[in-house]
């Protein structure tokens, strides 16, 4: 079975994890980092780069924080695949041999189209309803439960 790297898994678990725990209030990095047991400065790395993709948007001040940028069933797993994937693209080391670019290549490319088909039907609306679903514990400040 072939998974996310650590970094894309971070990446579509903390947007999921805005989604779900958003209110009016910015979700802010240290209850991020509490609920996905990571340390805020590895998590505002890929944070910053979803801002910078406009995914999320992100919120200064002493209640700062982030929240998403567009709706949650506007952004598809696929999109923050885009994200990572364009800031860690290391291509496979295709072999040059005639089995390689004859069979190898398009098995990849074509297993490649069909992961991102997939995952460009799942949206972080889809993911949301899951943990609904799963009854996770879900975080609301002041009593306000709002998602875009």
């Known amino acids: 079975m072939i998974k996310p790297s650590k970094k894309l898994a971070l990446a579509v678990e903390a947007v999921v994890d805005i989604a779900y725990h958003g209110t009016v209030e910015p979700v802010q990095s240290q209850d991020i980092g ?17 801002v910078k993709a406009g995914i999320l948007k992100g919120v200064r001040g002493p209640r700062g924080g982030y929240r998403l940028a567009r709706e949650r069933r506007r952004i598809s797993i696929a ?23 004859q069979v190898m290549a398009p098995f990849w ?16 609306e889809d ?12 975080e609301v400040k002041d009593g306000i439960d709002f998602a875009i």
């Open 34 to 50: 509490r609920r996905l047991n990571l340390p805020r400065r590895y998590l505002e790395q890929v944070m910053q780069q979803l």
């Open 79 to 101: 999109d923050v695949v885009a994200v990572v994937e364009a800031n860690d693209a290391e291509p496979a080391n295709i072999s040059v041999s005639d089995l390689g670019q």
């Open 109 to 124: 490319a074509e297993h490649e189209r069909a992961a991102l088909a997939r995952l460009d039907s799942v949206t972080i």
């Open 127 to 138: 993911l949301c309803q899951e943990a609904e679903k799963s009854r996770v514990r879900r």
